[in-house]
Every structure is written in C-alpha cells, then in structure tokens.
C-alpha cells in the first residue's frame, strides 16, 4: 500500500473512506462531502454479502492513504445477516440506519420513536417536504432541510436504541466531519 508522506511541519487531515449499499446513500455521502470539503472517498454499491475487511483493503492497494484515515461502512440495518456481517468488520465504523437511511432524513424534521418501515419513511418524507421524495435524489428542499436541521436531527437520533427499528447513529459520522473541519479552522 502506498503511503501518503506527511509534508515537513504540516499535519495530514484524515481522508475519509465511506463503502455504502445504495444510491441514496452515495447521493448522501456526496453531498457531505461538497457540504463539509473534506477528503471523502465514496464507494458505492458495495452489495452487503461481499463487503469485508478484504474487499476495502483490497479497494484501497494503490491509492495513497495514511494511519490517520478512517472508514466508515454506510448501510441499511434492517436485514439481520447482513448486519451480523458488517458488525464484524471491525477496523471500519458502521453508520447503520433501521429501516433505512431515509429514517434519518425523516429526523430533521421529526421526532420517530415508533417502529416505522421504507415505504412509510418515504410516504412521511414526501409529505414533510412537499415533494415527491424518490431515493437516490436529494432535491433542493431537502438539502436545505438537512443543512438548517441536522443538529435537531442527531440529538433525536442519538436518543434511539441502536439497529432496532427505528434507529440510526448517522450522528456519529457527522460528528467525525465536524471534529475534523474544526482542526482544519
């Protein structure tokens, strides 16, 4: 693996890896990343019964990278054997949202302590926003929504119990960004 090589009298700011299931998840990391400027590597489509701690580092051979580095692992929780295998992957921090990545939308601009499903998620997200909500597409509306709400939005989640339903601990890779925009001040 090659290495990055720090610059004399200069710190390296970590480079983010974020492997992630689906294409609103990708749509999501993307958006963070503009929003935040920092390194983030997005890696999508990564089906979840061939993600392993082989297959990032396998990813990541040849790409400059540096011990400072994280990985985050972005996907849904709601099939058990497939949760039971991310978990596993240890050296990665698994941002894992039950039912889906749409529940932590919803939290900007709600509370959801009920077992909630997809679909209802959407019907609720379509509903708040005053938009048809289709996955994979961040509108403008709801972009805004997660910019002006997101602090609301990881005190609710960080109240939820973690891979029940609902649940997402989404707050968590924020607040690594936020940790980490803060040192670049």
């Not at 920092?38 to 011990?67: C, D, F, M, N």
């Not at 596993?88 to 009920?114: K, T, V």
Request: aromatic content about 10%; overall charge positive.
């Amino acid at each position: 693996m090659s290495k990055r090589r720090p610059p004399k009298r200069k710190k390296i700011n970590p480079h983010f890896w974020i492997f992630c299931e689906g294409e609103t998840e990708e749509a999501y990391a993307l958006w963070l990343r503009a929003e935040y400027r920092l390194p983030i590597e997005v890696v999508a489509k990564v089906s979840g019964s061939h993600i392993s701690k082989r297959y990032i580092q396998a990813y990541k051979r040849g790409k400059p990278t540096h011990s400072k580095d994280r990985d985050f692992l972005m996907y849904d929780a709601d099939v058990p054997e497939i949760l039971e295998q991310l978990t596993r992957i240890r050296h990665a921090m698994l941002i894992a949202s039950n039912p889906s990545i749409e529940l932590w939308f919803l939290l900007h601009y709600q509370d959801q302590a009920a077992r909630i499903s997809e679909e209802e998620c959407i019907r609720q997200l379509s509903h708040r926003n005053g938009t048809k909500y289709s996955k994979g597409m961040l509108d403008e509306k709801l972009k805004k929504r997660l910019k002006e709400y997101c602090e609301d939005a990881c005190k609710r989640a960080s109240a939820l119990t973690l891979y029940n339903n609902p649940s997402t601990n989404m707050h968590e890779l924020i607040r690594a960004f936020e940790e980490a925009k803060a040192k670049q001040a």
